[in-house]
């Protein structure tokens, strides 16, 4: 083993050994090269002050050399925000200005020890990194059984870990916490768990409320004190967008410090709640950990990030960070906020509104982008391909009865075009299968 990485994992052992039990193989091997091309540009950069013939990039008149027909459209920018490579870890001002974000938003943090959030390529990203560093094939990854399929493809395939599904809801249509606690205990003999937490969640657009919060902690907590070391993963892709009364916070904060077999990590990013999904985004910040795990944790980050992308997207940091540091970014965004809300509470009038009979119910909702329809009647692929041929509209199936609905991309005064237009295939495939079944 690298000496780097075995002098990371001694750190990590000794103020933290409960974590360095959580590390997969690659974790334990993995690490940032203090000596190398990027160390050694970083020190040529502050003090090279003659010639620096390090990096990679070119130069022109002391500026990164660029075409004029790029600048020409990015001309509110200076060129050495744009050009040059970002840092492995990020922008340090923009890491610096989202850790303010983050803790203004989520004052549960506030006494805890986190790191500073490194930038990713967005949010898959950021879980992407979570499974090389934690998951090993045969890890158990527990998350409700309605999820964002990539999880599969992140911790399953690509690492070999086992999802362990829940119901999301329980008998009164709340989080199941229940159930994640059986699912988390059930992994005692393997020692080790991985739990995903994604709120608003994708599907559905649920997110608990307060005391489902609570019980989701003590959950997590029982299973712990019961031996288990559980990384628990808060993917706050949707945060911010809470339209009703539920949590309007992240539960990483009330993870930090739970237990010492608990590291909570929160993934995160600009993709959705800022409404810059194509800019690629994201970042991950590691809690609960002494300062010296911590610092341990995001050198092996930057590994893995030097390993795969090398470093992010320079321009579209730079858009963030200017963003997020204007006057004007707290009202646009509240403006944004009302729209998406306003169109929730129109899907929910609608729904409720007795107007389609009983060919559905709705899984409950109040947050995100989405919401489910569960069909009573008819199979969710079948009416899929329904609205797409006959309709002209599209819809996620998932599984026999559910379908989902993105009402984020979808105008207010449209809303009930569009849920009439899924009533009536659903009555098409109906009254297709009752002629099928009459012959």
């Known amino acids: 083993m690298n000496p780097l990485a ?37 020190e040529a950069k502050q003090k090279a002050k003659l010639y620096n013939a390090t990096i990679g990039i070119a130069t022109e008149q002391g500026k990164p050399m660029h075409l004029q027909v ?14 040059e490579y970002a840092p492995p870890a990020g922008k340090p001002e923009l890491r610096a200005i989202w850790r303010d974000k983050m803790l203004k938003e989520n004052p549960s ?30 890890d158990a990854v527990v998350l409700p059984e309605k999820n964002w399929e990539n999880y599969e493809l992140t911790f399953g395939i690509r690492r070999g870990a086992v999802m362990v599904e829940y119901p999301l809801y329980d008998e009164q ?14 992994q005692k003999d393997k020692g080790k768990a991985i739990v995903v937490l994604n709120f608003p969640n994708n599907p559905t657009g649920y997110t608990p409320g307060a005391e489902e919060g609570r019980a989701i902690v003590a959950a997590i907590k029982d299973a712990a004190e019961a031996g288990i070391h559980i990384v628990v993963v808060t993917d706050d892709a949707y945060f911010g967008l809470f339209f009703e009364d539920s949590l309007h916070e992240s539960l990483f904060g009330q993870l930090c410090g739970l237990h010492e077999r608990v590291l909570p990590i929160k993934v995160d990013g ?36 030097r390993a795969t992308i090398s470093s992010g997207p320079h321009p579209s940091q730079t858009f963030v960070l200017d963003a997020l540091k204007s006057p004007l970014f707290e009202r646009q965004k509240a403006e944004k906020f009302a729209i998406m809300k306003s169109r929730a509470n129109k899907v929910k009038q609608l729904l409720d509104s007795g107007k389609y009979g009983d060919e559905w119910e709705y899984y409950p909702f109040n947050s995100g982008y989405f919401m489910c329809l569960k069909l009573k009647t008819v199979e969710a692929e079948a009416v899929r391909q329904r609205l797409l041929e006959a309709y002209g509209v599209g819809t996620i199936a998932l599984g026999s009865t559910d379908l989902r609905v993105a009402f984020s991309c979808i105008e207010e005064p449209q809303l009930e075009d569009l849920f009439d237009r899924i009533h009536k295939a659903v009555l098409d495939v109906k009254a297709a299968g009752a002629v099928q079944a009459g012959k």
Do not use: C
């Open 109 to 138: 943090i506030a006494g805890h020890q986190i790191s500073l959030p490194i930038v990713t390529n967005a949010l898959t990203h950021g879980l992407s990194i979570v499974a090389d560093l934690f998951a090993d094939a045969g």
């Open 70 to 83: 790029i600048q020409d459209k990015l001309s509110a920018y200076d060129p050495k925000d744009l050009y």
């Open 173 to 186: 249509g709340k989080f199941n916490a229940a159930g994640l606690r059986e699912a988390l205990l059930a």
């Open 6 to 42: 075995q002098q990371l994992n001694d750190t990590i052992s000794r103020e933290s050994p409960s974590i360095a039990r959580m590390l997969s193989e690659l974790g334990k091997a993995i690490y940032f090269p203090k000596v190398g091309i990027l160390s050694q540009s970083a």
């Open 270 to 305: 600009a993709t959705k709640e800022d409404y810059v999904w194509g800019f690629r985004v994201g970042f991950i910040t590691y809690g609960g950990a002494p300062e010296a795990t911590l610092a341990a944790l995001e050198q092996k980050t930057l590994g893995i990030i």
